[in-house]
């Protein structure tokens, strides 16, 4: 079974509602059978690289808040990141475009460690001092090579503008055409949804759900038709005269 997750970087409620799933992935009697891959979906993709703002400026322009507003919302994001027992810091933060960190994890999908540096990208990003966006491609090369990157590899697709660009757009237009308007966005085999941060009962719930509603497969074949020879790990049926 496949579980897709749409989500970005910049995104404190997918931070919190990774976590929340991994708790209920971890509980789940199918774990080993569950394959998960996260797509790309940018908040804010018509920013620029350069225009960097403090995430409580940002938040006050782009929705409206006063700074109060802001810092109380921060706040909370805290209490909720902290009782899932991930570090979150409520001020100092920065806000910035995504799109090069939504590249670097398609290349980390293809060398199988897509899932080590979305983590590496979250916990730099929340719970760190160090800016993800000010300090370029140097900052994503390190946190790269702390995911079992490797370094020329990860500099070579962040010096091309190009390098999995369709990649990342391509998983934004499939997010639109399932009707995704915000992440978190949980897909379970293209058959279930579960949008945002749920607790992690309810990802428990469609897990078993997604896992029960497997189609199974009917094998076709007269009612009177005796079983034809075929192999298998102990060998192969021997002909008879």
């Known amino acids: 079974m496949r579980v897709e997750i749409w989500s970005d970087i910049a ?29 790309s979906f940018e908040l804010d993709p018509g920013r620029a690289k350069d225009d960097i703002q403090p995430v409580i400026t940002m938040l006050t ?9 802001a810092r109380a919302g921060e706040e909370n994001l805290g209490a909720q990141a902290a009782a899932e ?8 933060r920065d806000h910035g475009n995504t799109f090069d960190m939504h590249r670097l994890l398609h290349f980390a999908r293809e060398r199988g460690r897509q899932d080590e540096l979305i983590q590496i990208l979250y916990r730099a990003n929340f719970a760190e001092e160090r800016s ?11 946190l ?25 757009r391509a998983d934004e237009r499939e997010a639109a055409e399932l009707g995704a308007t915000g ?15 749920q607790p992690a009962e309810v990802f428990a719930q469609a897990l078993t759900r997604a896992w029960d509603d497997r189609p199974q497969l009917k094998l076709v074949a007269d009612d009177d038709a ?5 192999c298998g790990p102990d060998g192969c049926a021997v002909p008879q005269p």
């Not at 027992?85 to 001020?91: A, D, I, M, Q, V």
């Open 11 to 39: 995104c404190p409620w997918c931070y919190v509602g990774k976590a929340r799933f991994e708790k209920a992935l971890e509980a789940f009697p199918h774990r080993d059978g569950v394959e998960v891959v996260h797509r």
């Open 61 to 69: 322009r782009k929705y409206g808040m006063s700074d109060a507003q």
């Open 85 to 92: 027992g991930l570090e979150y810091r409520t001020s100092g």
């Open 132 to 142: 993800v966006f000010t300090e370029g491609a140097e900052r994503l090369t390190d």
């Open 144 to 168: 790269a090579v702390e995911a079992g990157l490797d370094a020329d590899e990860v500099r070579t697709v962040l010096a091309d503008p190009a390098a999995y660009a369709d990649e990342v």
């Open 183 to 197: 992440v978190p966005f949980f897909v379970l085999d293209r058959k279930y949804g579960v949008s945002g941060a």
């Open 226 to 230: 005796q079983a034809a020879e075929a």
